[in-house]
């Protein structure tokens, strides 16, 4: 992803950038989680990442944070491992799509070595800028879903569809007829 958004570098210019992975999925019915992570951003002036608890045996497949809960959600990051193994991650709070960084974040991306699977990891970049000030996340309420695999995906549509007036009554009686 790294190298994805360095493709943006022109794009972006000298601005503050908001990333959002289209496979992430988030339904927050009080507030957009893009809308409170402006607010975040606004009151600190640095870079805000989506966070969310996620069961201990699956933080090998996240980016994990460490850090202090500032309350409201906030959390001030202090430690940041790409899908680290069970005996180092720092917690369960892992990163899930959604961004608002500084454009100095590019010229850690360029500085950042591509990992074992020759990706360059946008963590890894991060973790560096964590090094000149803080960085913050955002515990965000409301369902996630993770698009990027087929199980998800469904979900996604279904609890979507079940949102809509017009499509939720005969979704229902769909799946009953399914189960009986």
Known sequence: MGHAILCAREAVGNEPFAVLLGDDVIHDPEKPTLARMLEI???????????????????????????????????????????????????NWAIIGRYILPPEVFDYIEETKAGPTGEIHLTDALSRLLQDGPVYGYLFPGTYLDCGEKLGYLKAVIHYSMLREDLAPALKDFVKGLLD
């Not at 809960?69 to 790409?82: A, D, F, P, Q, S």
């Open 41 to 91: 951003f606004e009151e600190y002036q640095r870079p805000v990442i989506a966070l969310r608890e996620v069961p201990r045996e699956q933080v090998t497949r996240y980016g994990i944070v460490g850090g202090k809960h500032l309350g409201n959600g906030v959390v001030e990051i202090n430690n940041m491992v790409e899908k680290p193994s069970l005996e180092v991650a720092p917690s």
